[in-house]
Protein backbone atom coordinates (compact mmCIF):
# COMPACT_ATOMS: atom_id res chain seq x y z
CA UNK A 1 0.00 0.00 0.00
CA UNK A 2 1.43 3.59 -0.97
CA UNK A 3 2.26 5.60 2.09
CA UNK A 4 -0.32 8.38 3.05
CA UNK A 5 -0.03 11.87 1.56
CA UNK A 6 0.41 14.73 4.33
CA UNK A 7 1.06 18.33 3.56
CA UNK A 8 2.33 20.23 5.22
CA UNK A 9 1.52 23.90 4.76
CA UNK A 10 2.66 26.19 7.08
CA UNK A 11 6.60 25.94 8.82
CA UNK A 12 7.22 23.68 11.26
CA UNK A 13 10.24 22.87 13.01
CA UNK A 14 11.99 19.69 11.10
CA UNK A 15 12.23 18.07 14.25
CA UNK A 16 9.13 17.95 15.13
CA UNK A 17 7.70 16.08 12.10
CA UNK A 18 10.64 13.87 11.86
CA UNK A 19 8.16 11.02 13.25
CA UNK A 20 5.97 12.17 10.37
CA UNK A 21 8.27 11.49 7.51
CA UNK A 22 9.38 7.41 8.50
CA UNK A 23 5.78 6.42 7.90
CA UNK A 24 4.16 9.28 5.53
CA UNK A 25 5.02 10.74 2.23
CA UNK A 26 5.49 14.42 3.66
CA UNK A 27 4.60 17.12 0.72
CA UNK A 28 5.61 20.78 1.66
CA UNK A 29 3.81 23.22 -0.16
CA UNK A 30 3.57 27.04 1.24
CA UNK A 31 -0.43 27.44 1.87
CA UNK A 32 -0.40 30.90 0.84
CA UNK A 33 -0.03 30.15 -2.63
CA UNK A 34 -3.26 28.30 -3.00
CA UNK A 35 -2.66 27.63 -6.94
CA UNK A 36 0.44 25.47 -5.39
CA UNK A 37 -1.91 24.81 -2.28
CA UNK A 38 -4.40 22.97 -4.98
CA UNK A 39 -2.14 21.42 -7.02
CA UNK A 40 -0.82 19.38 -4.13
CA UNK A 41 -4.42 18.42 -2.45
CA UNK A 42 -5.30 16.11 -5.03
CA UNK A 43 -3.04 13.18 -3.17
CA UNK A 44 -3.58 14.23 0.15
CA UNK A 45 -4.48 11.94 3.23
CA UNK A 46 -3.56 14.62 5.49
CA UNK A 47 -3.16 18.52 5.25
CA UNK A 48 -1.44 20.06 8.54
CA UNK A 49 -1.94 24.12 8.88
CA UNK A 50 -0.92 26.58 10.98
CA UNK A 51 -2.41 29.84 10.31
CA UNK A 52 -1.26 30.90 7.26
CA UNK A 53 -3.43 28.34 5.69
CA UNK A 54 -7.28 29.72 5.03
CA UNK A 55 -9.28 25.88 4.79
CA UNK A 56 -11.83 26.42 3.13
CA UNK A 57 -14.32 25.10 1.06
CA UNK A 58 -12.58 25.37 -1.54
CA UNK A 59 -9.66 24.16 -0.32
CA UNK A 60 -11.59 20.02 1.29
CA UNK A 61 -13.72 20.24 -2.89
CA UNK A 62 -9.82 20.04 -3.83
CA UNK A 63 -8.84 17.21 -1.39
CA UNK A 64 -11.44 13.90 -2.31
CA UNK A 65 -9.03 12.00 -0.09
CA UNK A 66 -8.50 13.88 2.62
CA UNK A 67 -9.10 12.13 5.80
CA UNK A 68 -7.44 14.66 8.51
CA UNK A 69 -7.04 18.44 9.01
CA UNK A 70 -4.48 19.50 11.63
CA UNK A 71 -3.66 22.64 13.05
CA UNK A 72 -0.61 22.75 14.74
CA UNK A 73 -2.01 25.31 17.68
CA UNK A 74 -5.09 26.26 19.53
CA UNK A 75 -7.30 28.63 17.18
CA UNK A 76 -9.40 26.92 14.39
CA UNK A 77 -10.80 29.63 12.59
CA UNK A 78 -9.41 29.84 9.56
CA UNK A 79 -10.41 25.87 8.82
CA UNK A 80 -13.90 25.60 7.58
CA UNK A 81 -15.12 22.91 10.73
CA UNK A 82 -18.46 22.50 9.74
CA UNK A 83 -17.85 21.46 6.22
CA UNK A 84 -15.06 19.16 6.82
CA UNK A 85 -16.76 17.63 9.56
CA UNK A 86 -19.77 17.02 7.21
CA UNK A 87 -17.33 15.20 4.65
CA UNK A 88 -16.32 12.88 7.60
CA UNK A 89 -12.74 14.50 7.61
CA UNK A 90 -11.39 14.53 11.16
CA UNK A 91 -10.26 18.33 12.19
CA UNK A 92 -7.95 18.33 15.58
CA UNK A 93 -5.45 20.64 17.15
CA UNK A 94 -2.77 21.15 19.29
CA UNK A 95 -4.61 22.75 21.88
CA UNK A 96 -1.87 23.09 25.23
CA UNK A 97 1.31 23.55 22.74
CA UNK A 98 1.35 27.29 22.91
CA UNK A 99 -0.31 28.42 25.85
CA UNK A 100 2.66 29.54 27.99
CA UNK A 101 4.57 31.57 24.95
CA UNK A 102 0.97 33.33 24.12
CA UNK A 103 0.92 33.86 28.06
CA UNK A 104 4.78 35.41 28.34
CA UNK A 105 3.91 38.01 24.91
CA UNK A 106 0.86 39.07 26.64
CA UNK A 107 3.22 40.10 29.65
CA UNK A 108 5.82 41.60 27.28
CA UNK A 109 2.81 43.60 25.30
CA UNK A 110 1.26 44.91 28.47
CA UNK A 111 4.54 46.22 29.89
CA UNK A 112 5.51 47.77 26.37
CA UNK A 113 2.31 49.71 25.88
CA UNK A 114 1.87 51.29 29.51
CA UNK A 115 5.88 52.01 28.94
CA UNK A 116 5.64 53.36 25.38
CA UNK A 117 8.21 50.93 24.28
CA UNK A 118 7.48 51.89 20.57
CA UNK A 119 7.55 55.43 21.00
CA UNK A 120 10.65 54.93 22.99
CA UNK A 121 12.18 53.17 20.20
CA UNK A 122 11.18 55.27 17.11
CA UNK A 123 12.12 58.28 19.24
CA UNK A 124 15.69 57.11 19.70
CA UNK A 125 15.72 55.83 15.62
CA UNK A 126 15.15 59.26 15.11
CA UNK A 127 17.94 60.73 16.96
CA UNK A 128 15.62 62.01 19.57
CA UNK A 129 15.84 61.64 23.31
CA UNK A 130 11.99 62.54 24.69
CA UNK A 131 11.82 61.07 27.87
CA UNK A 132 9.13 63.50 29.49
CA UNK A 133 6.44 62.56 26.98
CA UNK A 134 6.86 58.95 27.07
CA UNK A 135 6.18 59.05 31.39
CA UNK A 136 4.39 55.87 31.91
CA UNK A 137 2.45 54.07 34.64
CA UNK A 138 3.19 51.40 37.57
CA UNK A 139 1.33 47.73 36.90
CA UNK A 140 1.16 47.10 40.86
CA UNK A 141 -2.05 48.67 42.36
CA UNK A 142 -3.99 49.24 39.18
CA UNK A 143 -6.65 46.85 37.35
CA UNK A 144 -6.24 44.01 34.78
CA UNK A 145 -9.42 42.73 32.94
CA UNK A 146 -9.50 39.85 31.12
CA UNK A 147 -11.70 38.53 28.46
CA UNK A 148 -11.70 34.49 28.34
CA UNK A 149 -10.30 32.64 30.95
CA UNK A 150 -9.17 29.59 29.43
CA UNK A 151 -5.72 28.34 29.38
CA UNK A 152 -3.85 31.52 28.11
CA UNK A 153 -6.31 33.71 30.24
CA UNK A 154 -5.46 31.47 33.40
CA UNK A 155 -1.81 31.98 32.56
CA UNK A 156 -1.80 35.79 32.40
CA UNK A 157 -3.86 35.74 35.03
CA UNK A 158 -0.86 34.02 37.55
CA UNK A 159 1.87 36.17 35.79
CA UNK A 160 0.17 39.48 36.17
CA UNK A 161 -0.67 38.84 40.18
CA UNK A 162 2.71 38.65 40.37
CA UNK A 163 2.96 42.33 39.40
CA UNK A 164 0.66 43.01 41.85
CA UNK A 165 -2.56 43.65 39.82
CA UNK A 166 -6.14 42.92 40.80
CA UNK A 167 -7.50 41.02 38.48
CA UNK A 168 -11.14 41.07 36.78
CA UNK A 169 -12.17 38.56 34.36
CA UNK A 170 -15.26 38.06 32.04
CA UNK A 171 -16.04 34.50 30.70
CA UNK A 172 -19.79 33.45 30.58
CA UNK A 173 -18.39 29.86 29.97
CA UNK A 174 -15.90 29.15 32.41
CA UNK A 175 -16.90 26.75 34.80
CA UNK A 176 -14.48 27.99 38.05
CA UNK A 177 -12.52 31.08 37.98
CA UNK A 178 -10.25 30.69 41.09
CA UNK A 179 -10.58 32.50 44.48
CA UNK A 180 -7.94 35.22 43.45
CA UNK A 181 -10.05 36.68 40.48
CA UNK A 182 -13.34 38.80 40.00
CA UNK A 183 -15.84 37.43 37.65
CA UNK A 184 -17.30 40.59 36.23
CA UNK A 185 -19.87 41.12 33.62
CA UNK A 186 -18.21 42.56 29.94
CA UNK A 187 -19.02 46.16 30.49
CA UNK A 188 -18.22 46.26 34.39
CA UNK A 189 -14.70 44.75 32.95
CA UNK A 190 -14.31 47.40 30.18
CA UNK A 191 -15.17 50.20 32.46
CA UNK A 192 -13.31 49.14 35.67
CA UNK A 193 -9.75 48.12 33.95
CA UNK A 194 -6.42 49.99 33.16
CA UNK A 195 -5.43 46.83 31.08
CA UNK A 196 -7.53 45.09 29.19
CA UNK A 197 -6.25 41.51 27.34
CA UNK A 198 -8.51 39.42 24.96
CA UNK A 199 -7.72 35.38 25.12
CA UNK A 200 -11.24 34.32 23.86
CA UNK A 201 -11.62 32.72 20.28
CA UNK A 202 -13.18 34.30 17.27
CA UNK A 203 -16.33 32.75 16.17
CA UNK A 204 -19.42 34.35 14.42
CA UNK A 205 -20.42 35.34 18.59
CA UNK A 206 -17.25 36.89 19.08
CA UNK A 207 -16.54 38.89 15.80
CA UNK A 208 -16.62 42.74 16.67
CA UNK A 209 -17.33 41.84 20.36
CA UNK A 210 -15.26 45.09 21.02
CA UNK A 211 -16.66 48.03 18.96
CA UNK A 212 -17.20 51.44 19.44
CA UNK A 213 -19.71 51.51 22.32
CA UNK A 214 -17.16 48.74 24.36
CA UNK A 215 -13.92 51.21 23.50
CA UNK A 216 -16.33 54.13 25.00
CA UNK A 217 -17.01 52.21 28.52
CA UNK A 218 -13.03 52.08 28.49
CA UNK A 219 -10.89 54.65 30.97
CA UNK A 220 -8.98 57.23 28.48
CA UNK A 221 -5.76 56.12 30.54
CA UNK A 222 -6.63 52.24 29.89
CA UNK A 223 -4.80 50.03 27.33
CA UNK A 224 -6.20 47.12 24.85
CA UNK A 225 -4.23 43.87 24.41
CA UNK A 226 -5.22 41.61 21.75
CA UNK A 227 -3.12 38.20 21.53
CA UNK A 228 -6.19 36.57 20.11
CA UNK A 229 -7.91 37.08 17.26
CA UNK A 230 -7.74 40.23 15.21
CA UNK A 231 -11.75 40.16 14.05
CA UNK A 232 -12.96 40.32 17.48
CA UNK A 233 -11.93 44.22 17.77
CA UNK A 234 -13.40 46.28 15.42
CA UNK A 235 -9.81 48.17 14.01
CA UNK A 236 -11.91 51.42 12.73
CA UNK A 237 -13.42 52.18 16.09
CA UNK A 238 -10.09 50.84 18.04
CA UNK A 239 -7.72 53.23 15.67
CA UNK A 240 -10.17 56.11 16.35
CA UNK A 241 -10.73 55.68 19.64
CA UNK A 242 -6.75 55.67 20.28
CA UNK A 243 -6.21 58.69 17.47
CA UNK A 244 -8.27 60.54 19.75
CA UNK A 245 -6.53 60.41 23.19
CA UNK A 246 -9.88 58.26 23.89
CA UNK A 247 -7.93 55.16 24.65
CA UNK A 248 -4.37 55.05 26.21
CA UNK A 249 -2.81 52.51 24.14
CA UNK A 250 -2.91 49.17 22.41
CA UNK A 251 -0.76 46.19 21.76
CA UNK A 252 -1.97 44.27 19.06
CA UNK A 253 -0.18 40.42 18.02
CA UNK A 254 -3.27 39.67 15.51
CA UNK A 255 -5.00 41.81 12.99
CA UNK A 256 -8.27 41.62 11.08
CA UNK A 257 -6.44 40.72 7.80
CA UNK A 258 -2.77 39.30 8.17
CA UNK A 259 -0.73 40.56 6.99
CA UNK A 260 -2.07 43.37 7.74
CA UNK A 261 -0.50 45.74 4.82
CA UNK A 262 -0.25 49.77 5.61
CA UNK A 263 -3.24 49.57 8.25
CA UNK A 264 -3.76 52.64 9.67
CA UNK A 265 -3.14 52.17 13.25
CA UNK A 266 0.20 50.80 12.83
CA UNK A 267 1.21 54.35 12.21
CA UNK A 268 0.19 55.43 14.99
CA UNK A 269 2.45 56.26 18.45
CA UNK A 270 0.16 54.65 20.80
CA UNK A 271 0.13 51.30 19.71
CA UNK A 272 2.82 48.43 20.08
CA UNK A 273 1.87 45.85 17.06
CA UNK A 274 3.76 42.42 16.18
CA UNK A 275 3.50 40.11 13.39
CA UNK A 276 1.13 37.24 14.81
CA UNK A 277 4.13 36.09 17.24
CA UNK A 278 2.33 34.73 20.26
CA UNK A 279 3.39 31.25 19.29
CA UNK A 280 6.24 31.84 17.33
CA UNK A 281 8.94 30.38 20.19
CA UNK A 282 10.85 27.19 19.65
CA UNK A 283 9.41 25.49 22.44
CA UNK A 284 5.95 25.93 21.26
CA UNK A 285 6.39 25.13 17.92
CA UNK A 286 8.45 21.74 18.70
CA UNK A 287 5.41 20.80 20.84
CA UNK A 288 2.63 22.05 18.53
CA UNK A 289 4.31 20.09 15.84
CA UNK A 290 5.32 16.67 17.89
CA UNK A 291 1.34 16.69 19.41
CA UNK A 292 -0.58 16.87 15.66
CA UNK A 293 1.85 14.39 14.43
CA UNK A 294 1.29 11.72 17.05
CA UNK A 295 -2.15 12.70 16.22
CA UNK A 296 -2.39 12.64 12.60
CA UNK A 297 -0.21 9.20 12.76
CA UNK A 298 -3.04 8.10 15.21
CA UNK A 299 -5.81 8.83 12.40
CA UNK A 300 -3.86 7.59 9.54
CA UNK A 301 -2.38 4.24 11.07
CA UNK A 302 -4.38 3.53 13.60
CA UNK A 303 -2.95 0.54 15.69
CA UNK A 304 -5.02 -2.88 14.83
CA UNK A 305 -6.82 -3.64 17.98
CA UNK A 306 -6.23 -7.84 18.07
CA UNK A 307 -9.61 -9.42 18.55
CA UNK A 308 -10.69 -10.71 22.07
CA UNK A 309 -9.59 -14.22 22.60
CA UNK A 310 -12.34 -16.79 23.93
CA UNK A 311 -12.03 -17.64 27.95
N1 LIG B 1 -1.51 34.99 19.30
C1 LIG B 1 -1.31 33.69 19.13
O1 LIG B 1 -0.35 33.25 18.54
C2 LIG B 1 -2.30 32.74 19.74
C3 LIG B 1 -1.86 31.48 20.18
C4 LIG B 1 -2.79 30.63 20.79
C5 LIG B 1 -4.11 31.01 20.90
N2 LIG B 1 -4.49 32.22 20.39
C6 LIG B 1 -5.90 32.64 20.48
O2 LIG B 1 -6.23 32.73 21.84
C7 LIG B 1 -7.49 32.12 22.04
C8 LIG B 1 -7.53 31.56 23.45
O3 LIG B 1 -6.64 30.46 23.54
P1 LIG B 1 -6.80 29.42 24.75
O4 LIG B 1 -5.83 28.35 24.50
O5 LIG B 1 -6.79 30.14 26.04
O6 LIG B 1 -8.28 28.89 24.45
P2 LIG B 1 -9.30 28.27 25.51
O7 LIG B 1 -10.35 27.60 24.70
O8 LIG B 1 -8.58 27.51 26.55
O9 LIG B 1 -9.94 29.57 26.22
C9 LIG B 1 -10.83 30.43 25.59
C10 LIG B 1 -11.80 30.92 26.64
O10 LIG B 1 -12.62 31.94 26.05
C11 LIG B 1 -13.90 31.81 26.63
N3 LIG B 1 -14.89 32.52 25.84
C12 LIG B 1 -15.54 32.11 24.73
N4 LIG B 1 -16.41 33.07 24.33
C13 LIG B 1 -16.27 34.09 25.21
C14 LIG B 1 -16.91 35.36 25.33
N5 LIG B 1 -17.84 35.77 24.47
N6 LIG B 1 -16.53 36.16 26.34
C15 LIG B 1 -15.58 35.77 27.22
N7 LIG B 1 -14.97 34.57 27.17
C16 LIG B 1 -15.31 33.75 26.17
C17 LIG B 1 -14.12 30.30 26.73
O11 LIG B 1 -15.13 29.99 27.68
C18 LIG B 1 -12.74 29.82 27.16
O12 LIG B 1 -12.64 29.71 28.57
C19 LIG B 1 -7.59 31.05 20.94
O13 LIG B 1 -8.93 30.81 20.58
C20 LIG B 1 -6.82 31.66 19.81
O14 LIG B 1 -7.68 32.36 18.93
C21 LIG B 1 -3.63 33.09 19.84
O1 LIG C 1 0.39 29.48 13.71
C1 LIG C 1 0.75 30.22 14.60
O2 LIG C 1 1.90 30.40 14.96
C2 LIG C 1 -0.32 30.97 15.39
C3 LIG C 1 -0.93 30.10 16.41
C4 LIG C 1 -2.03 30.70 17.20
O3 LIG C 1 -2.66 31.77 16.64
C5 LIG C 1 -2.99 29.64 17.64
O4 LIG C 1 -4.20 29.84 17.55
O5 LIG C 1 -2.51 28.61 18.12
Redesign the pocket.
Known amino acids: MPAPVVIVSDVLPGDSIAALRSVCDVRHVDGRDRPALFAALPDADALIVRSGTRVDAEVLDRAPGLRVVARA???L?NVDTDTARARGITVLNA?DS??VS?AE?TVALIVSSVRHLTAGMRSLANGEWRRAELTGVELAGRTLGI???????RQVARRLAAFDMHILV?????DTLGDDVHPTG?DELLTASDVVTL?????P??AG?IGARELSLMKPTAHLVN???GGIVDETALHRALRDGRLAGAAL??FATEPPGTSPLLALPNVVAVP????STHDAQLRAGQEVVRKVLAELTPVAVPAPTAV
Open positions: GVGDPNTVLVGYGRVGHDPYALHLPKTRTLAARDVHLGA
